[in-house]
Structures are given as structure tokens and as C-alpha cells.
């Protein structure tokens, strides 16, 4: 059964600069979450998709943006990066409990540590 | 406005030690549910243990024992006889409903030999 993957594991980019980075979620779940985990810092929650659509959103500006495809694998994007981008992004996948709204058992990939020089 | 606190930011033990981790909790829901997460260095958060607003039993897994109190909004997190392997660091959240989970700042613990 496999968890959640995501890719890359590692990445470097520049100040002003775009990056995607990927998720697959656990065999089975529907619903993907994003987190910045900053270092030394809890993680810090970005959006969730489910049915291909963002139902909610963290404090985060427009520069971040994501996306979810048939397959409920998903995308984040982050435009224009700044060095406080830096960071570990963890996406979660959970399965859809009949709209009740609470993400009972978030599984986590490994994250992939961003970053920005 | 909801918050998670981990006042402890590192712990140190020796093995075999009993730790225990503490959480306090800010809403003004009456329905939550409160997770606990150990994340080892390889950075994969690994699911402890949830528990909703409306069960305040306290529950033991193996070494693993977690005290939830209400009164004093908190949800402590006790590691009984602690291992080396037991070495990361550990989160509290918080789930009000919706779909965003809110995260203490985690709490390092450090397990010697």
C-alpha cells in the first residue's frame, strides 16, 4: 500500500523564481492538504483540495496556488519566490468523511525542502 | 481564534526516563479534535493519536499515554521509559472543523543512551 509520495525531495531555486512541486496521495484518499514548515517552526497550513477544487485556504498570498488532478494527485505552485519561501512543504492526504469537515487521519509524505538563494 | 502551544521547545533525557510533553489548546468551539505527531529527522510527520472534544479518557498505547483535560484546556503527552528511538520532534494540533489543522511549534526531544 503505498503513502504519500512527493517530488522532488530537494530543491533550490532563485529569488524571483517559480517552482511546482508534487504529491500522490495514499492509495485510496481523495482529499490533499499542503503545509510550509519553516525550520524550527510546526507546519503551517497552506490549502486543501478535494474534487479538484480549493475549499480552504491559510494565510498565505496569491503567489502560492495549486491544483488537483482526476487522479487527486496535486501541484503546488509558488510564483516569484522570496528567500522566506525556504522551507519544508509537506502535503497531507486524508479520505473525505462525508463532508463532516475534519481531517481525521492526515497520512504525510516525506516533504520536499525548498530552497531560495 | 484558535492556538496550539508547546511551551517546551527542547527536552533532554536520559533512557529509560519517563517525558512527558506538554499542549495547551485555544478555541471556542465545543467540537475539536486534537492530534499528536512525532516527526523523526527523515521529516515525515507520523500519526500518533487523535482525540475529539467529547472523550476525555485518557488512552494508553504501549510506552505511549496521553492525558487530555478540558478544565485546563491542555493535552499532555507522557512517553513512559523512554528510548533512543524515541529522539524527534513531536506536535500537538488542533482541528476545529473545516479543513485546517493547526499546529503547535513542536517540542524537540532528545533521548541518550
Known amino acids: 500500500d503505498a503513502g504519500v509520495t512527493q517530488s522532488p525531495t530537494h530543491l533550490i531555486k532563485t529569488r524571483g523564481q517559480q517552482v511546482t512541486l508534487r504529491c500522490s496521495p495514499k492509495?485510496?484518499?481523495?482529499?490533499v492538504s499542503w503545509y510550509q514548515q519553516a525550520l524550527g517552526q510546526g507546519p503551517q497550513f497552506i490549502f486543501q483540495y478535494y474534487e479538484e477544487e480549493e475549499r480552504q485556504r491559510g494565510n498565505f498570498p496569491d503567489r502560492f496556488s495549486g491544483h488537483q488532478f482526476p487522479n487527486y494527485s496535486s501541484e503546488l505552485n509558488v510564483n516569484a519566490l522570496l528567500l522566506g519561501d525556504s522551507a519544508l512543504y509537506l502535503c497531507?492526504?486524508?479520505?473525505?468523511?462525508?463532508?463532516?469537515?475534519?481531517?481525521?487521519?492526515?497520512?504525510f509524505g516525506p516533504g520536499t525542502r525548498l530552497t531560495v538563494t | 481564534a484558535q492556538k496550539v502551544t508547546q511551551a517546551q521547545t527542547e527536552i533532554s533525557v536520559v533512557e529509560k526516563e519517563d517525558v512527558t510533553l506538554d499542549c495547551v489548546y485555544e478555541t471556542r468551539d465545543t467540537t475539536y479534535y486534537l492530534f499528536w505527531y512525532k516527526q523523526p529527522p527523515s521529516g515525515e510527520l507520523v500519526f500518533l493519536i487523535r482525540r475529539n472534544s467529547f472523550d476525555e479518557q485518557n488512552e494508553i498505547s504501549g510506552r505511549y499515554s496521553w492525558n487530555f483535560q478540558k478544565s485546563t484546556s491542555s493535552f499532555n503527552f507522557t512517553i513512559t521509559a523512554s528510548q533512543v528511538v524515541d529522539s524527534a520532534v513531536y506536535f500537538c494540533a488542533l482541528n476545529t472543523g473545516g479543513f485546517k489543522t493547526i499546529f503547535g511549534a513542536g517540542t524537540r526531544l532528545f533521548v541518550k543512551a
Open positions: 497531507a492526504s486524508s479520505l473525505e468523511t462525508s463532508g463532516s469537515g475534519y481531517n481525521y487521519e492526515q497520512y
Open positions: 492509495s485510496g484518499h481523495d482529499t
